[in-house]
């Protein structure tokens, strides 16, 4: 793992962004579990908040 001054993490590589992982052998880069049926990832910027979710075994993707 690197972690530069400036704040960039690296996790198998020297980053070129703030999160970079890099692995050469695996299809699944990361993992994000719940304990209850519900996960959500959010994407936000200055005017909106998106999010990836799964609910109940159902995808959705949309405004927050």
């Known amino acids: ?6 704040g960039k993490v690296g ?14 052998s695996t299809n699944t880069m990361a993992l994000f579990e719940s304990g209850d049926n519900i996960a959500q ?3 936000k910027d200055p005017n909106s908040t998106q999010y990836i979710n799964t609910d109940d075994s159902v995808l959705s993707l949309g405004p927050q």
């Not at 793992?1 to 400036?6: A, K, R, V, Y």
């Open 11 to 24: 996790i198998g590589i020297t980053p070129t962004e703030f999160l970079h992982v890099y692995h050469a």
């Open 41 to 43: 990832i959010r994407l």
């Open 1 to 6: 793992m690197t972690i530069l001054s400036g």
